[in-house]
Every structure is written in structure tokens, then in C-alpha cells.
């Protein structure tokens, strides 16, 4: 299994980004995807959640209204539109998948999530 996030960089606060998350070696429609990010010294935090099929969305608080979670299946491609960002979305941002969340509901924990993609740097300046 492979997950490949791309589409970081530099951003000006107000600015846009969209994450995309390519998976392969999985059956992309039946996993829990999720964005979480995570800066020097500190843990690693979810960001937003979406089901298979994009039937229940979650999102950390900070981040409702300006960013987007989605996903197209056909692509096995998971998604995260980043509007309106401001410093404080300074991270590496991370994908991640799981089955085990569709048994425990702790879509927001790390520890629930089997496979991992290798992380985009996001850089948000003032």
C-alpha cells in the first residue's frame, strides 16, 4: 500500500493550497481517509475525515468553513482544499487511511489509522 501526498508549498495568509493523497495497493472506496498535520515538537493533529463514498465529513474546528475534504474513488485520489489559510496552518500535512476507524469511531486519533503517506510541507506566510 502507498499513499502519496502532494501539492504543498508556499502560501501567502489569505492564499489557497489543495493536497491531493494518490493511493495504491488498497480498495481506495472502502477506507476512512483522513488529512492530519503536525509541526516541530508538537503532535501530530487531525485536520479533516471523510468516509467511502463521502457520506459523514469531520473537521478540527480552526479549519471549518476554509478547508474541504473530498475524494474521487475512480481516481483512488483523496483531496484537501485549503482556503483562506492564514500562518497557523504552518505544517507537514499527512494522509492517512483506515478500516479500523469504521469499528472504533475515533476518526480524530492517529493511533486509529493503518497506513500513512510521507507528508507535505504547507507554509503560510504573513
Known amino acids: 500500500v502507498q499513499l502519496q501526498a502532494s501539492g504543498g508549498g508556499l502560501a501567502q495568509a489569505g492564499g489557497s493550497l489543495r493536497l491531493s493523497c494518490a493511493a495504491s495497493?488498497?480498495?481506495?472506496?472502502?477506507?476512512?481517509m483522513a488529512w492530519f498535520r503536525q509541526t516541530p515538537g508538537k503532535e501530530r493533529e487531525f485536520v479533516a475525515s471523510?468516509?467511502?463514498?463521502?457520506?459523514?465529513?469531520y473537521y478540527k474546528d480552526s479549519v471549518k468553513g476554509r478547508f474541504t475534504i473530498s475524494r474521487d474513488d475512480g481516481k483512488s485520489t483523496a483531496y484537501l482544499q485549503m482556503n483562506s489559510l492564514k500562518p497557523e496552518d504552518t505544517a507537514v500535512y499527512y494522509c492517512a487511511a483506515s478500516l479500523r476507524v469504521y469499528f472504533s469511531g475515533n476518526y480524530y486519533s492517529p493511533s486509529q489509522y493503518t497506513y500513512w503517506g510521507q507528508g507535505t510541507l504547507v507554509t503560510v506566510s504573513s
Open positions: 471523510i468516509t467511502g463514498r463521502g457520506s459523514n465529513i
Open positions: 495497493g488498497l480498495v481506495f472506496g472502502d477506507y476512512y
